[in-house]
């Protein structure tokens, strides 16, 4: 009968598997089937108790698997607080030594935890002692057999030299006082609780092996042997890593493993007869920062609300679109917002209002973060300097802008642009086209639109102009001294369709002849809720120019709203319609 080896408590170290000179030793596991019942767990355990042996239900697998804040269990006491979000998971972890780790974590993937934004490996404190003291065999040792706290000091006394404590790191902490110490700290007060958030600001997950806590110790002695000298069972030589097991594992035996793991285990040892591997029990605390917004939130949220899961980045501003039902709890979603997406965000504001206005500013609200709204957006390599308050601006049109900047223009194009804002589309047409003429209405997006050009060292290749839309087309066509337009962008999606009416007559009084004028591109954009929003928007078009225009591409940009797209038509003025006779009054 095989010694009961695998009876051991589930930290203790695994049998040894060693090839022997005289001989060779083979190791004998007792491996039981897995079965359904193999799967309860503590929390299965708990729901089936009331049903009797006779007549017990199947048990069910949890339908959850990997981190959740629905899973894991809550910290003793906290229930408010970054700590009421932290969640402890039972795990089972193979001890290994460091040298092994790497090809052990290749061989064993399929076995191991691989959770997101959990390491597979980890390292404990007192892992890197390097003390080389012999183990006994579990089985073999008694509490007179382990070496002492005084033997393992005299050990440290007969072996240190000046070579700087390359064995024996923890004797170099004896020259200098602690870090608490020597920084001199004040006490920040709040008790125990306090003290614990304070510690946990900034981690994401913690792993503590069961059974290992070390025990309150003199500073003296702690200096002399080093944290790794306490609390545990035996002396170990040589640095360890920690392989977390997939969550399955939680809480077996080492007979319970897959076979797969033993087989791994039995070849690597065959390599090295001195190693020695260990199945410990582990807790795996996942803190505030592991988290990802969405499942903050749907924590925090009533159930039946929608969380919300986007939102429009602006250089360091979140602007987000909040519906009636977020209102209020606006504040609690900003904090997550800003917490979860530092140090990139670092103010959070809301749209109080739709775009009324004929400046296109928006009513913002800020919630979260510092109260500027003045920033620098970088797109396509150029900087441009906005304030939310005060003009428009939307990125997620980058996209778009960069299609009409690399697919459509040309180096020997003439752009445009009726509706510059800040010059998202003007600077950036201005670094391959001939010249850019571009306009705006509102004075302050003028302003921000000849800072930028400067910024971005385009002064000789932009004119700028403060003006009404039709006026301004009126008098680039009027000039003798403008270069011949050939590109025209409105993007105005609201109003944009209605100032084409301009172009009706737009070459009534020129003095060439119509073969030598040159036709431009219009590129115009607009919003359509229709069935078929190709069609509506290009009727809309054909009414404003008074004619047909047969020859119209059209692009979707994006889905504004469910049921609302934003469409850009590109077309060819056609010569009729520039010589017809203009049906309004030019400003």
């Keep these: 009968m095989a010694p009961p080896l695998l009876d051991l408590p589930s930290h203790c170290l695994l049998p040894r598997l060693r090839r022997p000179t005289s001989g060779r030793l083979l190791l004998h596991l007792r491996l039981k089937p897995l079965s ?3 799967y309860t767990t503590t929390t299965t355990t708990t729901t089936t108790s009331s ?5 017990r239900a199947p048990q069910v697998p949890p339908s959850l698997h990997g981190p959740s804040l629905r899973r894991g269990r809550r910290l003793p006491g906290e229930t408010d607080g970054l700590l009421s979000f932290a969640r402890i998971f039972d795990l089972a972890a193979l001890r290994v030594p460091a040298a092994a780790c790497a090809p052990l974590e290749r061989r064993l993937r399929g076995h191991l935890l691989n959770w997101p934004r959990v390491r ?3 390292r404990q404190p007192g892992d890197d002692g390097g003390l080389l003291f012999p183990v006994p065999h579990p089985s073999l040792a008694t509490p007179s057999s382990l070496p002492t706290a005084v033997a393992r000091r005299e050990k440290l006394a007969r072996e240190f030299n000046a070579r700087g404590f390359v064995q024996f790191p923890n004797l170099a902490k004896m020259s200098r006082p602690p870090a608490r110490k020597r920084k001199g700290k004040k006490d920040e007060g709040g008790g125990e609780a306090a003290a614990t ?6 981690k994401v997950y913690v792993v503590e092996v069961i059974g290992e806590r070390k025990e309150e110790h003199g500073d003296e002695w702690m200096g002399l042997v080093g944290e790794e000298g306490f609390g545990r069972i035996t002396w170990r030589g040589g640095p360890t890593r920690l392989l977390l097991l997939d969550e399955n594992y939680a809480n077996k035996r080492v007979d ?4 797969a793991i033993k087989v791994v285990l039995d070849h690597e040892t065959n390599k090295d007869g001195s190693s020695s591997y260990e199945l410990v029990q582990c807790q795996l605390t996942l803190f505030y920062n592991y988290w990802p917004m969405n499942e903050i939130l749907e924590e925090i949220l009533p159930e039946g609300i929608i969380v919300p899961t986007g939102f429009e980045t602006v250089g360091h501003i979140a602007h987000l679109n909040l519906r009636d039902d977020h209102l209020p709890y606006k504040k609690l979603i900003a904090q997550v917002v800003l917490d979860k997406n530092k140090p990139k965000i670092q103010t959070v504001v809301n749209k109080i209002d739709a775009i009324q206005n004929d400046y296109r500013t928006m009513q913002l609200e800020v919630l979260a973060g510092i109260d500027s709204l003045v920033t620098t957006v970088i797109e396509s390599g150029l900087r441009f300097q906005v304030d939310l308050s005060t003009v428009y601006w939307n990125s997620r049109l980058s996209t778009e802008r960069q299609r009409l900047v690399d697919h459509v223009f040309k180096n020997s194009d003439v752009v445009c642009d009726v509706f510059s804002g800040v010059g998202p589309i003007a600077i950036s047409a201005a670094r391959k086209v001939k010249y850019v003429y571009a306009n705006d209405l509102n004075p302050t997006a003028v302003e921000y639109l000849e800072r930028n050009i400067v910024l971005n060292k385009l002064e000789r290749k932009i004119e700028v102009f403060n003006m009404d839309a039709r006026r301004f087309i009126s008098s680039i066509y009027s000039s003798q001294h403008v270069h011949p337009v050939t590109q025209v962008v409105m993007n105005l999606p ?3 369709a209605e100032f084409l009416d301009v172009f009706r007559g737009i070459s009534w009084n020129h003095q060439l002849a119509v073969p030598s004028c040159v036709m431009p591109n219009i590129h115009v954009y607009g919003f359509s809720k229709a069935e078929d929003p190709e069609y509506d928007f290009h009727e809309r078009i054909n009414l404003t ?10 692009h979707r940009v994006r889905l504004v709203a469910p049921g609302k797209w934003m469409l850009c038509a590109s077309f060819t003025l056609p010569v009729s319609v520039a010589f017809a006779k203009p049906n309004y009054i030019a400003c």
């Design 494 to 496: 609201n109003d944009a």
């Design 120 to 122: 597979n490996v980890v």
């Design 545 to 554: 120019l008074g004619e047909n225009v047969s020859d119209v591409e059209m």
């Design 256 to 259: 319970d493993l897959p076979e």
């Design 51 to 55: 049903s009797t042996s006779s007549s």
């Design 197 to 202: 958030a304070r510690d946990t600001k900034d």
């Design 36 to 38: 359904s019942s193999s």
